[in-house]
C-alpha cells in the first residue's frame, strides 16, 4: 500500500511537469483554438429524455460558442465504453471511437487502473475553479478512488428513496424501520438485484447503517476480513427479506423496473441516485404530484459522477472544452433545474459570481427531497466484488 | 444457372468466413481454465442452465405442438392462402415488445388483475418473473407458434409441393383414412422432417434468449443466458472471460441435448413405424381445437397490440385504473429524431444481399453440402448473440471496419442470412427437379429455366424469407451497438437505449414503429407471393 502511494505520488508529479505548463490561461487560448471544428464523441448513458434533452442543448452551445460538434453517443452501460476503449487499445487503435465519456465508480477504477485515460487535465480546465472541493470532497475521491485530475466533476448523486405520500405516511428514515415498514407491508417493498448498481448500493448503505465501526469499511478488505465485517448486514436482509416482494425469492433485475412497479403501484418504495429524479418524474407525468423522496436521517451514500477522456481519444482538445462548458455556472445552474434535469451542481455558491449564486438555490418542487440528510462517503472499492458474490452466494440460487 | 463453386464464394467470403473467424475470435476469448472454473463455480449456473433449457424446451414443444394443431383447422380454408400475411403479422412484433405488452396482460398490477382481482392494490399473484419460468415459456410459445407455422405453410404449400400434398391427402381418403390419420400418418412425417432446422432454430433461440429473459423471466436464479450477459457486460475483463467461457458451455449443453434427442429418435422411430404404418383410422383431425386455438393465439395477440398502443401514449397508468391517467404524445414525438432510414436500408439491403447469396448457393452444389452451411446457421443463432457480437467486432477492429457502415452490414448480414438460410432450404431444396428437366429438354437455357419456371414456383418461400430477413435485421441490437462504435445509431440501439431507462410508454412507441417496418415487408411479400394460377 505505502508503495503504491509513493509511486502514485511519484507519477502524479511526474505527469503534472508539464502539465502546469498547459495550465496557464494562454495555453487553454490554445487547448480553444485546437478544438475549434473537431467532432467530439460523447458517450453517456441515455435512459432519460430530460437528460438526452440537456445533453443536446449543450451540444448547440458548444458548437455557438467554440464551433465544437459535441455527438451524443447514446449507450446503456458506461462498462461499454470501458470495453470498447481497451479493446481499441489493445488492437493498437490509435484514433479511438469515444473522445468523452460519462463515468464514475468502478468504470472509472478500471479505465484508470488499465492506464486508458487522458490526463491529468480536469483542475486545469478554466473552470474547476468554481467546484466545491471543501463541501464536496468526493469530487476528488470517485468510490474512494483518488481521482487525480483524470475526470473532471459533472454532477452529485446521493441514494434517495422514494414513494407515494398518498400510501406511505411515514417514510422509513433508517434500515431497522425500513424493516418495520416491510413487516406492516409485506411484498411492498423490494431493491434491485445486484449487480445492478443501485441494488449494490442499497447493499452498501445496509452495510453502513448496520457496521459497528462504519470507519472499518473505508479501507481496502480481503475475503475474510469481509466475512466478519458483513455478518451484520446479513443478519439484517435475513430479517428482512421474508417481508419483501416476492418474499425476497425474487429481485427485479434493475432500478428501471422497480421504478416501473412503483408507478404502476406493485411496491409502494423505489430508490434512485438522483435525488431530484422523483421530481423529475412527477413533472413528466409519470408519477402523481403526491409522491414524496426521502434519504435515511443519519445520511445515505453520496457520490460524483465525471467526465473522462479516453488515451485514444482523436478530440483530446475538442474534449475538455466541452467538459469545461459542463462545469460553467450557466451549464451548471440550467442542470439542476427541476424542469431541465435536476441534477445537483458540484460548484460552490460561495465561489461564483454574485448573479450566478442567486440562481444556485435549491428550488422545491413536488417530489423533491425536503430534508436532506448527510452524504455519507462509499465503503471501499474493494467491498463492491465481495459483497456482490456473497449476496448472490446467499440469495441468487 | 451453372455457377460451380463460383457460385459459392460470395457466401463464402461475406458471410461464413467472417462468422467462423468471429466464432474462432470470441473462443480464443474464453481459453483460459480460470475462466472456465469461475463459471462452473458459479452459484447461479446450475440452476440457470436447468431453467434454460427446460424453458426453451418446453416453448418449444408447445409452439410446433399448437402450430400443427392450428395447421390442421386452417389447411384449406380461405386463411390458408393468406398465411405469410397472417404469421407476418405476428412475427413483425418485435420479441421484447411482445413480452412487454404480454407482460403488461398477466402481471400483478397488469390489465387481467384489474379485471378479476380489483382493490386498491395489486393481488400477490406471481405471473411474471416466476421461479420456474412460465411466463417466459409462454411469451416464447405465443412468439414462435406463427413462426413455425409459417415454416409449415412454407413446406407444404409451396407450388408443387402443395399438389403434391394434395394427391397424397385423396389417397390415404380414399384408403380409408380419417383426416386426423392422414395428418399423423401421411403429412406430418414429410412436413417435420423438412422443418428440422427451423425447429431448432426456434429451440435454441428459446434456451439462449437474453432480452425475454431479463424482461420477464426468473430471478433467483435468472436463466444461464441472463447469467452470462451480465458477465459479458461487466468491466472487469476476468469477468467477460468467465462469460464467453459460460457461453461455450450453452452450445455444449445444447449440443449434448440434440445429440440425445438424435440417439432417442433413432432408437423409438422403429416403433414409430410401425404404429404409422398400421392401417387406415378413422382419427378425426383437430379441427375444432385448432379453431380455438387459432382463435385464442389471435386474441392474444391483438390485446398485446392494443395494449403496447394504449402504452405509447400513457405515461402514467396505476393499479387499479382500467385506462391511463392522461393521454400524451411526448414518445411519439421523440420517435420523430429516431433513424428510421438507415435501418431500413440496411434490413432491405442485408436481406437482398443474403436472398441472393442463397440462391447462387442452392444453385451452384449439391443438397448434401448444405449441411455445413446449415451447421454454420445454426452456429450463427444458437451461439448467444452477444458472443458473435464480440467476436465479430474484435475481427471488424483489426479490420479497421467497426464504426463504418459496411462493418454494420455485414454484421446484420450474420443473422439475416441465417434466418434465409434455414427459412428457405425447406422450401427450395424440395423443389421436383423434373421441371427443371422437362424446361432444359425444351431447349431453355439454364438461367432462363431458373428465371421463368423455378423463381416464380419458389416466389412465396423466397419473398417469405425475403420479408423474415428484413425484419431479423431491423432488431439487431447487441452486435450493430458493438460495430457501430458510436459513430452510427439504428432503431434498436435507440430503443434499448431509451428502455434503459424504463420508460414503458416510450419503450412500446419504439416497439410500435420497429413492428410497423417489417410488417410492411410481410404484407408485400403476401401480395407478391401469391402463385400466378390462383
Known amino acids: ?397 | 444457372m451453372r455457377l460451380g463453386a463460383a457460385g459459392t464464394l460470395p457466401l463464402i467470403v461475406l458471410w461464413a468466413l467472417p462468422l467462423l473467424a468471429a466464432v474462432l475470435t470470441a473462443l480464443a476469448l474464453a481459453g483460459s481454465g480460470a475462466a472456465w472454473s469461475g463459471f462452473l463455480h458459479h452459484p447461479q449456473a446450475a440452476g440457470g442452465m436447468f431453467l434454460a433449457v427446460w424453458t426453451g424446451t418446453a416453448a418449444t414443444v408447445m409452439a410446433l405442438g399448437l402450430a400443427v394443431v392450428m395447421a390442421m383447422a386452417l389447411h384449406g380454408t380461405a386463411l390458408w392462402h393468406r398465411m405469410p400475411l397472417l404469421s407476418g403479422a405476428a412475427l413483425a412484433i418485435p420479441h421484447l415488445a411482445f413480452a412487454i405488452g404480454f407482460g403488461f396482460l398477466i402481471m400483478p398490477s397488469g390489465v387481467l388483475a384489474r379485471l378479476i382481482a380489483g382493490g386498491d392494490a395489486p393481488p400477490n399473484w406471481v405471473t411474471t418473473q416466476d421461479p420456474l419460468g412460465f411466463s417466459l415459456t409462454a411469451v416464447l410459445v405465443l412468439k414462435e407458434t406463427p413462426f413455425l407455422l409459417l415454416m409449415l405453410w412454407g413446406v407444404m404449400a409451396q407450388g408443387d409441393a402443395a399438389r403434391a400434398f394434395d394427391g397424397q391427402i385423396k389417397a390415404a381418403r380414399s384408403l380409408g383414412h380419417a383426416m386426423g390419420s392422414v395428418w399423423l400418418r401421411v403429412l406430418l412425417p414429410r412436413v417435420l422432417r423438412r422443418m428440422l432446422w427451423p425447429i431448432i432454430v426456434v429451440w435454441v433461440y428459446g434456451v439462449t434468449v437474453v432480452d425475454l429473459a431479463l424482461v420477464i423471466g426468473p430471478t433467483q436464479p435468472p436463466t444461464v443466458a441472463a447469467v452470462i450477459w451480465a458477465d459479458l457486460n461487466d468491466v472487469e475483463a476476468a469477468v467477460n472471460r468467465r462469460g464467453v467461457a459460460g457461453a461455450v458451455a450453452l452450445i455444449v449443453a445444447l449440443a449434448g441435448i440434440a445429440a440425445l434427442a438424435w440417439g432417442f429418435a433413432k432408437l423409438v422411430t422403429p416403433a414409430l413405424r410401425r404404429c404409422l404404418a398400421r392401417g387406415p383410422s378413422a382419427l378425426v383431425s383437430l379441427v375444432k381445437p385448432g379453431r380455438v386455438v387459432s382463435v385464442l393465439v389471435v386474441a392474444i395477440y391483438a390485446a398485446v397490440l392494443l395494449i403496447l398502443i394504449l402504452l405509447s401514449v400513457t405515461p402514467r397508468w396505476p393499479y387499479p385504473a382500467l385506462l391511463g391517467q392522461g393521454v400524451g404524445i411526448s414518445s411519439w414525438r421523440q420517435l420523430a429524431a429516431a433513424p428510421v432510414l438507415l435501418s431500413i436500408g440496411i434490413a432491405a439491403g442485408t436481406a437482398i444481399t443474403a436472398l441472393t447469396l442463397i440462391v447462387l448457393w442452392f444453385e451452384s452444389v449439391a443438397q448434401r453440402r448444405d449441411r455445413l452451411l446449415l451447421a454454420l446457421a445454426i452456429m450463427a443463432l444458437a451461439l448467444p448473440a452477444v458472443t458473435i457480437a464480440a467476436g465479430q467486432y474484435h475481427l471488424l477492429l483489426r479490420l479497421g471496419l467497426t464504426g463504418t457502415v459496411p462493418g454494420l452490414f455485414l454484421v446484420h448480414l450474420t443473422p439475416v442470412l441465417a434466418y434465409g438460410f434455414t427459412v428457405l432450404s425447406g422450401p427450395y431444396r424440395s423443389f421436383d427437379a423434373r421441371f427443371v428437366a422437362a424446361g432444359r429438354a425444351l431447349g431453355a437455357s439454364r438461367w432462363r429455366v431458373w428465371r421463368e419456371v423455378k423463381a416464380p414456383l419458389l416466389r412465396a418461400p423466397m419473398l417469405t424469407a425475403l420479408a423474415v430477413g428484413f425484419s431479423v435485421s431491423l432488431v439487431q441490437y447487441a452486435p450493430a451497438q458493438l460495430a457501430a462504435a458510436g459513430r452510427y445509431s439504428t432503431l434498436p440501439m435507440e430503443a434499448v437505449t431509451l428502455a434503459s431507462g424504463g420508460n414503458r410508454s416510450l419503450t412500446a412507441a419504439y416497439a410500435l414503429a420497429l413492428a410497423l417496418p417489417a410488417l410492411l415487408a410481410f404484407a408485400l411479400s403476401a401480395a407478391f407471393g401469391r402463385p400466378r394460377w390462383r
Request: hydrophobic content about 45%.
Open chain 1, 1 to 397: 500500500m505505502a508503495l503504491n502511494l509513493t509511486r502514485r505520488a511519484i507519477l502524479q508529479g511526474a505527469a503534472a511537469l508539464p502539465f502546469v505548463a498547459v495550465a496557464r490561461a494562454g495555453d487553454w487560448a490554445a487547448i480553444e483554438g485546437a478544438a475549434k471544428g473537431q467532432n467530439v464523441y460523447f458517450n453517456a448513458w441515455a435512459g432519460s429524455e430530460t437528460i438526452n434533452a440537456y445533453i443536446q442543448w449543450a451540444a448547440d452551445e458548444v458548437m455557438r460558442r467554440y464551433g465544437v460538434t459535441l455527438t451524443h453517443v447514446k449507450i446503456t452501460d458506461a462498462a461499454e465504453v470501458v470495453r470498447r476503449v481497451r479493446d481499441e487499445v489493445a488492437a493498437g487503435k490509435s484514433g479511438g471511437s469515444t473522445d468523452l465519456v460519462w463515468i464514475n465508480g468502478e468504470n472509472f477504477r478500471a479505465m484508470k487502473q488499465g492506464k486508458l485515460l487522458f490526463g491529468p487535465f480536469a483542475e486545469s480546465l478554466p473552470n474547476f475553479k468554481f467546484v466545491d472541493v471543501e463541501g464536496k470532497p468526493t469530487v476528488l475521491r470517485d468510490f474512494t478512488e483518488p481521482v487525480e485530475g483524470l475526470e473532471s466533476p459533472w454532477g452529485m448523486a446521493q441514494l434517495t428513496f422514494f414513494g407515494d405520500g398518498a400510501k406511505v405516511s411515514k417514510p422509513p428514515a433508517s434500515m431497522p424501520e425500513l424493516l418495520d415498514f416491510a413487516r406492516s407491508h409485506p411484498g411492498r417493498v423490494t431493491y434491485p438485484a445486484p449487480p445492478d448498481f443501485h441494488g449494490t448500493t442499497f447493499l452498501k448503505q445496509v452495510l453502513l447503517e448496520t457496521a459497528a465501526d462504519p470507519a472499518t469499511l473505508g479501507v481496502e478488505t480481503t475475503a475474510d476480513a469481509f466475512k466478519a465485517l458483513s455478518e451484520p448486514a446479513f443478519a439484517f436482509l435475513d430479517q428482512l427479506h421474508p417481508y419483501l416482494w416476492r418474499e425476497g425469492k425474487q429481485f427485479p433485475p434493475s432500478q428501471a423496473q422497480l421504478t416501473q412497479m412503483l408507478a404502476d403501484g406493485e411496491v409502494l418504495i423505489a430508490i434512485t441516485f438522483n435525488p431530484n429524479e422523483p421530481a423529475n418524474l412527477v413533472a413528466s407525468g409519470r408519477l402523481p404530484a403526491s409522491t414524496i423522496a426521502w434519504q435515511h436521517a443519519k445520511g445515505t451514500i453520496g457520490n460524483t459522477h465525471f467526465v473522462a477522456i479516453p488515451i485514444n481519444a482523436r478530440a483530446k482538445e475538442g474534449a475538455q472544452v466541452v467538459a469545461n462548458f459542463l462545469l460553467s455556472p450557466e451549464a451548471q445552474i440550467r442542470k439542476e433545474h427541476l424542469d431541465v434535469w435536476g441534477d445537483p451542481t458540484v460548484l460552490a455558491a460561495a465561489k461564483l459570481p454574485a448573479a450566478f449564486a442567486a440562481e444556485l438555490t435549491t428550488s422545491l418542487a413536488p417530489g423533491s427531497v425536503t430534508a436532506p440528510a448527510p452524504a455519507l462517503t462509499e465503503p471501499h472499492a474493494s467491498i463492491v466484488p465481495l459483497i456482490e458474490a456473497a449476496w448472490i452466494e446467499r440469495y441468487g440460487a
